[in-house]
Each structure stands twice: as C-alpha cells, then as structure tokens.
C-alpha cells in the first residue's frame, strides 16, 4: 500500500490551492456547453490546473471530468486519481454557495482515500482507510443518538431528476442540496438518506462514497453492490446512501 499519509497531505494542499482559485474567480468566469452538454467554466478549468499541477508530484496518472483518461490508459492502472474540480458548476454560477471540490485516490476500482472542500464554508471533510473522517483538524464526532433523529430524512437533487414515488413510499422529508455536499449533510447529521437516481458520473460520488463508509454509512447500488470506479464511460448506477448503517431503511 503505497504512503496515504502522504497522499492525503498532498490532495488537502490541491484542495486549498482549488479553493483560492473558485473563490477568485466568482466574478470572472465564463461558461460554455460541453459535448455531452454539460456546463463548463473557466473556473472549472483554473481549478483543475491548480489540483492537477500539486498531484503530479504524487507520480500517479490523474483523471479529472475536465481531462478524462482514456480507459485504455487507465484500465490496468492499480492506483489513480479521480477529481472533480468543481462540482456544483449550475450553483457556483449562480452565486449559490452549494458547491465543492472532490478529489479521491482509486485503488484497484474503489476509493480509498478522498476530501471534500466545502469551499465557501472553508470546511474540508478528509480521510483515508487507515483514519478516522477529519473535519478540518478534528476528528468528526457525532453522537449517534443525532444520526438516528435524522434517519428518515432524504436529500433530493437541485439539478437532476428526483423519484418522488420512492420518497412517498418510504414515508420520508425531503431537503434539496446541491452538488456533492449531500455527503456532508450526511456525515454532519442533517440528514439520513441520500437516494440517486440516473446515471451519475464516478468523479462526482467517489469521495463521499468513501468519507460515508469511513464514518460508519453505507453506499451501493439497488441490488446492494458496491460501485466499480473505473468503467469505462464512468457512467454508475443509481444508488442509495445511508448515513449510518443502523439506521438503513427495511429492505436494504
């Protein structure tokens, strides 16, 4: 296993250095469509040079959504970075402040180490297979008495399609929350459930996967798989998520 302590030191340096950049870039950004009609900006790219540029010093191939290994480079690799520089484009354009930035080290297909930056808040949830989940410099503890008041809450999405039947089914309250700081709304106790439906992409879901587990949730598939983070179009299946596994909804 190569050095994680190491690893991690150098992806919270790339999150910082992709925080200043988002931050300095809010009134300056310009966006366009991708070819899978996406939203792009320059600050999407800034960020990605500014993470991407700190990395490289890792000697482990990087792929980002805005520079995607081919999977013929990367099928065969043991180790890679997977980030997503910006993630919350639609909200970061709108001045909204629900956006973050997400960086994991995939071994072998699954996370095992990953951040998420809560930029605006300057808030950064951290971890690796051998540690517990940091917020900031300090460990996250919650009591577990504050998970299960929020067990049937749910989080539905902003921007992508929400199955309302499951939550009625499932007799659950919804909060809407952009990008992927519904992982911390998890990991923070203010909700329980994070269902998604649709096809989302892996560099969006890698690095709460990783930070739930680590704090005693859960994450996979309808059929209760775990996610493969290295397919080739990084396409994954909808899944559920639960903030701890005490407290997972019957039938999952």
Same mark, same amino acid.
């Given at each position: 296993? &190569?050095?994680?302590?190491?690893?991690? +030191?150098?992806?919270?340096?790339?999150?910082?250095?992709?925080?200043?950049?988002?931050? %300095?870039?809010?009134?300056?950004?310009?966006?366009?469509?991708?070819?899978?009609?996406?939203?792009?900006?320059?600050?999407?790219?800034?960020? $990605?040079?500014?993470?991407?540029?700190?990395?490289?010093?890792?000697?482990? !191939?990087?792929?980002? +959504?805005?520079?995607?290994?081919?999977?013929?480079?990367?099928?065969?690799?043991?180790?890679?970075?997977?980030?997503?520089?910006?993630?919350?484009?639609?909200?970061? !354009?709108?001045?909204?402040?629900?956006?973050?930035?997400?960086?994991?080290?995939?071994?072998?297909?699954?996370?095992?180490? %990953?951040?998420?930056?809560?930029?605006?808040?300057?808030?950064?949830?951290?971890?690796?297979?051998?540690?517990?989940?940091?917020?900031?410099?300090?460990?996250?503890?919650?009591?577990?008495?504050?998970?299960?008041?929020? &067990?049937?809450?749910?989080?539905?999405?902003?921007?992508?399609?929400?199955?309302?039947?499951?939550?009625?089914?499932?007799?659950?309250?919804?909060?809407?929350?952009?990008? !992927?700081?519904?992982?911390?709304?998890?990991?923070?106790?203010?909700?329980?459930?994070?269902?998604?439906?649709?096809?989302?992409?892996?560099?969006?879901?890698?690095?709460?996967?990783?930070?739930? &587990?680590? $704090?005693?949730?859960?994450?996979?598939?309808?059929?209760?798989?775990?996610?493969?983070?290295?397919?080739?179009?990084?396409?994954?299946?909808?899944?559920?998520?639960?903030?701890?596994?005490?407290? &997972?909804?019957?039938?999952?």
């Amino acid at each position: 296993m &190569k050095n994680l302590d190491l690893f991690l +030191e150098l992806a919270l340096k790339a999150s910082k250095e992709a925080s200043k950049v988002l931050l %300095s870039y809010k009134d300056k950004n310009t966006l366009w469509l991708k070819d899978d009609d996406s939203l792009v900006g320059l600050a999407d790219l800034k960020s $990605n040079e500014a993470i991407s540029e700190i990395l490289a010093s890792s000697d482990i !191939a990087i792929c980002s +959504e805005e520079n995607i290994l081919s999977y013929e480079k990367r099928k065969n690799l043991e180790y890679f970075w997977l980030i997503d520089p910006l993630d919350g484009t639609k909200s970061y !354009a709108k001045k909204d402040k629900e956006y973050c930035v997400l960086i994991a080290l995939i071994h072998k297909n699954t996370p095992i180490l %990953s951040l998420i930056n809560d930029v605006e808040n300057n808030t950064t949830y951290y971890a690796h297979t051998y540690t517990k989940v940091y917020k900031n410099d300090k460990i996250l503890n919650i009591d577990l008495k504050e998970y299960e008041k929020v &067990k049937n809450i749910a989080l539905y999405s902003k921007n992508h399609d929400n199955n309302e039947n499951f939550f009625l089914e499932n007799h659950l309250e919804g909060i809407k929350v952009s990008s !992927a700081l519904k992982f911390v709304y998890l990991l923070e106790a203010k909700a329980g459930i994070y269902p998604r439906f649709g096809g989302p992409k892996a560099w969006d879901i890698a690095a709460g996967d990783f930070l739930v &587990k680590q $704090n005693g949730g859960i994450l996979y598939d309808f059929n209760q798989n775990s996610l493969d983070y290295n397919t080739m179009d990084f396409k994954l299946p909808s899944f559920i998520a639960f903030a701890k596994t005490e407290f &997972k909804l019957k039938g999952f």
